[in-house]
């Protein structure tokens, strides 16, 4: 069993700053990809940022340039920086564990981010 907890997550003014963090832990058997997706009411979930293995990182088109994603492999810890954040970005968080022993998806139960204006 893998297990995922989000934090850090709240209420900002447009043009803030947040970090997520995403703890795994449980029965973790190699180093894996992991991420971080969001939904925002009336949307689909959609993809943020993604980091592989080794370390390759991947965004979304709208978070490109203003968000950053980094791991700690020891800890199977995984964080998002989120800078300039606009009101768009409201949305709950996701983190994502791809397992690469099994190649099955575990997902946390999310975190609140909210942007005023």
């Known amino acids: 069993q893998v297990q995922l907890v989000e934090s850090g997550g709240g209420l900002v003014q447009a043009g803030g700053s947040l970090r997520l963090s995403c703890v795994a832990s449980g029965n973790i058997f190699s180093i894996n990809n992991m991420g971080w997706h969001r939904q925002a009411p009336g949307k689909q979930r959609e993809l943020v940022a993604s980091?592989?293995?080794?370390?390759?990182?991947n965004y979304g088109d709208s978070v490109k340039g203003r968000f950053t994603i980094s791991r700690d492999n020891a800890k199977n810890t995984v964080y998002l920086q989120m800078n300039s954040l606009k009101p768009e970005d409201t949305a709950v968080y996701y983190c994502n564990l791809r397992a690469g022993w099994s190649s099955q998806d575990y997902w946390g139960q999310g975190t609140q981010v909210t942007v005023s204006s």
């Open positions: 980091i592989t293995n080794a370390g390759r990182t």
